[in-house]
């Protein structure tokens, strides 16, 4: 678990960012030692490039979570939409992709924290709002649904970003443009960010830390 940082003289929560992409969500994170999975090289050289301090690993997460939940402190992880995505839906109807399952680890790694998680570590799993039922109950933030064992009081979140469906690849989102000879396709990994703010937001509840009143637009009462 996490610990006294002595040259800091304050306790350093010990962190586990699966499915890290380019890192959107941790970007406003303080005070926390980070390890962040990604299987992508690609992007998860750009993610250090960002974020040097973090430990990064080549990895697949979800095998990674299986073999580490009982490191952390704090687990977030943000498993890809895709397949879940009522843009996904739209674009077979339009003819522009085929039908796909929807990936099963999203609600396997739910359970699984569910059940096994330490009762000291608090966790978090992010997706979008899926084009069906949800199987699991979960708390719907603006356009996202998260599902936690602890709990997170809904808030309007201020989004500064263009609408998901206009970002292309040469956007600059959250304040990250990619390079041109980023190697992958770059308008998937911008939609794919998690907008700090909600991170933040989502960080600060399960630590129990302050929310900065700027952060907070409307809370539900």
């Known amino acids: 678990m996490g610990g006294f940082n002595i040259s800091r003289g304050r306790y350093r929560v010990k962190v586990l960012n699966l499915y890290a992409g380019i890192g959107g ?19 998860a050289k750009f993610y250090k490039e960002r974020y040097p301090k973090d430990i990064v690993i080549v990895a697949d997460a979800h095998q990674y979570l299986l073999d580490h939940y009982k490191e952390f402190d704090f687990i977030w992880s943000s498993i890809p939409c895709q397949s879940h995505s009522g843009l996904r839906r739209t674009s077979v109807y339009k003819g522009q992709n085929k039908a796909i399952y929807p990936d099963m680890k999203l609600y396997e ?69 990619l390079p041109k000879n980023f190697g992958i396709r770059k308008d998937q990994v911008l939609r ?24 907070q637009i409307k809370m539900e009462l």
């Open 25 to 43: 969500n941790r970007k406003l994170w303080t005070d926390c030692d980070v390890t962040a999975v990604e299987n992508e090289p690609i992007i």
């Open 109 to 177: 790694e739910i359970i699984f924290l569910q059940n096994f998680a330490p009762l000291d570590t608090k966790w978090v799993v992010e997706n979008v709002k899926p084009y069906y039922d949800y199987l699991i109950p979960g708390k719907e933030i603006g356009r996202h649904i998260v599902w936690s064992n602890f709990t997170i009081p809904y808030a309007e979140i201020e989004n500064d970003c263009i609408p998901i469906e206009h970002i292309k690849s040469s956007s600059e989102v959250y304040g990250v443009k």
């Open 192 to 215: 794919n960010m998690v907008n700090p703010k909600l991170g933040l937001y989502i960080f600060n509840e399960a630590l129990k830390r302050k929310q900065p009143k700027q952060l």
